[in-house]
Nanobody
Framework: QVQLVESGGGSVQAGGSLRLSCAAS???????MGWFRQAPGKEREGVAQ??????YYADSVKGRFTVLKDLAKNTLYLQMNSLKPEDSAMYYC?????????????????WGQGTQVTVSS
């Protein structure tokens, strides 16, 4: 059973930073991993997807967000800098996709429960 547990969300002012964590089952980080977000009334959108050796970022977060991995801790991170109010959403960690960099949520097999990020202006 694959488990993904997100943490690190919270409230921050525009321009601030947060680091989200996704504690994963042992070995899962060697697969395609993704960060997605969903704001109220909007579809779930891909933020970043990573596979060993390559990471893709959505244009909306490129240069501000960074995906990090700690294989020893089986943890995936999303470092978010220069946050904007439009980054406010529930953020989800996802694992295992055969179409990693297409970035479609429907392609990912496993999901965490999400962590809320709220950015105030």
């Amino acid at each position: 059973q694959v488990q993904l547990v997100e943490s690190g969300g919270g409230s921050v002012q525009a321009g601030g930073s947060l680091r989200l964590s996704c504690a994963a089952s042992t070995g899962i980080l060697s697969n395609c991993m993704g960060w997605f977000r969903q704001a109220p009334g909007k579809e779930r959108e891909g933020v970043a997807q990573t596979y060993p050796g390559n990471t893709y970022y959505a244009d909306s977060v490129k240069g501000r967000f960074t995906v990090l991995k700690d294989l020893a801790k089986n943890t995936l991170y999303l470092q978010m800098n220069s946050l904007k109010p439009e980054d406010s959403a529930m953020y989800y960690c996802a694992a295992v996709s055969d179409r990693c960099f297409v970035g479609k949520s429907a392609d990912f097999r496993y999901w965490g429960q999400g962590t809320q990020v709220t950015v105030s202006s």
